[in-house]
């Protein structure tokens, strides 16, 4: 059977992830300015350099969504990363608030988006599978703060809401 079938039919609903402004300028103007100091260089470790950083970036980022069979999935090239749901206690739109004081422990800040661990002044060290900020949702399990950016914020608060109970 085809995988990706497979994986649609067991998911209730499947949302998309598009990048924010900021997301877009850093994803465009770092793979130029790699570009310009291998050009600089002429340097093949730079150039490889600057693939790897760019290939491992684009896929461990976030792609999209899916809720279904008691799971979030986050869609990654390199692989989804799969949140029980029965854990959750809270789901809500992020607050300007919860983003404040954000210091990035370990992961991306901006390239291709915000993804890996962070620690803000609000909700403390989180998990972050983030495009873009604006649609921004925490999700609170008793063992982890998680966060992530569905464009359908609506639809999918509701099925998170639905599905954790």
Not at 39 to 68: E, F, M
């Amino acid at each position: 059977m085809d995988e990706s079938k497979s994986f649609s039919a067991s998911y209730e609903a499947s949302y998309e992830a598009c990048y924010d402004t900021t997301a877009r300028i850093i994803s465009t103007a770092v793979p130029v300015l790699l570009a310009s100091i291998v050009y600089a260089t002429g340097s093949a470790i730079a150039a490889g350099v600057g693939a790897l950083i760019l290939l491992s970036a684009y896929a461990y980022s976030p792609r999209g969504y899916a809720v279904g069979d008691g799971m979030l999935v986050v869609k990654r090239l390199i692989g989804n990363v799969r949140i029980p749901l029965a854990g959750i206690r809270e789901a809500r739109a992020a607050m300007a608030d919860d983003l404040t004081g954000c210091i990035r422990l370990f992961g991306s800040g901006g390239l291709f988006g915000w993804y890996g661990l962070f620690r803000t002044s609000k909700l403390g060290r989180s998990t972050w599978y983030v495009t873009d900020r604006k649609h921004a949702v925490v999700l609170a399990a008793a063992e982890k703060i998680t966060l992530v950016s569905p464009d359908d914020l609506d639809g999918f608060l509701a099925a998170i809401q639905r599905l954790a109970g």
